[in-house]
DNA sequence: ATTCGATATGTTCGGCCGGGAATATCGCAA
DNA sequence: TTGCGATATTCCCGGCCGAACATATCGAAT
């Protein structure tokens, strides 16, 4: 289905300034408003306050050097979202990059998954 | 001079159970253990408070099926801790992941960074 | 003009996470 | 046997983060 699950497996983060990353958070935001068109659409998706949401957006598009996320207000709908092509580059190599992480790492994953406790046998 | 850096570059976490995950802190933390002999002196060296250090230091000896680092009281110098062979597993798996990810993510990380606004001279 | 839903932004409030201090315990060495 | 330094553990407290409310604003459609 999708990537970037988060109770599993492995994360990357990206880190753009001292205090602002790219992690698999915004990156879902990201896919989530291009899928739905909607800031506050993509927020409920994923369970997030729509200020924070919002934030996020404010934050990605601050660090670039052009913005990820174009929104607008009113309309028959009250508002809108889409990602620019900037804002599609980025997600687009952010999901590669997690394919190669996945991939390249497995190995050392794996073994040190083998080396922990619990699932894998009873308990 | 050593891997593992927080302000730049990819951050790796490999997420073992829904609320226990092993990043970089835990790896430095391992790596200053190893190094100094000390849970302490490898907190102090990463301005970590002992309290903090060895809460990282349980949670991992949690989490894997044998313990990660073996501590012992008492002694002429107070006390003493050390990886375990696992410990060291753990943690060179860990470094090699590291570098396998910046090695297989080169592209897609440049290919991002690139984009962001700020420092992208020499500085 | 009124309605509607989403963007945009401020404010408040509670939790919890980490730091710091305090305390106990251990074992070797002097 | 006393001292030392690190491990081990508890308690308190302030700060920060995010959730939750609360507004304000916009623009197309009705």
Not at 67 to 79: D, H
Not at 105 to 118: F, K, N, P, Y
């Amino acid at each position: 289905m999708e990537t970037g699950n988060k109770t599993t497996g492995v994360r990357v983060r990206i880190v753009l300034t001292p205090d602002v990353a790219l992690g698999p958070g915004k990156a879902d935001l990201l896919e989530g408003i291009a899928e739905s068109g909607s800031i506050a659409a993509a927020g409920r998706r994923m369970k997030m306050s729509y200020k924070r949401a919002w934030m996020l957006v404010e934050e990605m598009n601050r660090v670039f050097r052009e913005p990820l996320v174009l929104s607008a207000r009113g309309g028959s709908k009250g508002g809108s979202a889409q990602l620019t092509p900037t804002g599609q580059t980025v997600l687009e190599n952010y999901r590669r990059l997690q394919d190669r992480v996945a991939e390249a790492g497995q190995g050392e994953i794996g073994a040190i998954r083998a080396l922990t406790r619990d699932m894998s046998d009873g308990k």
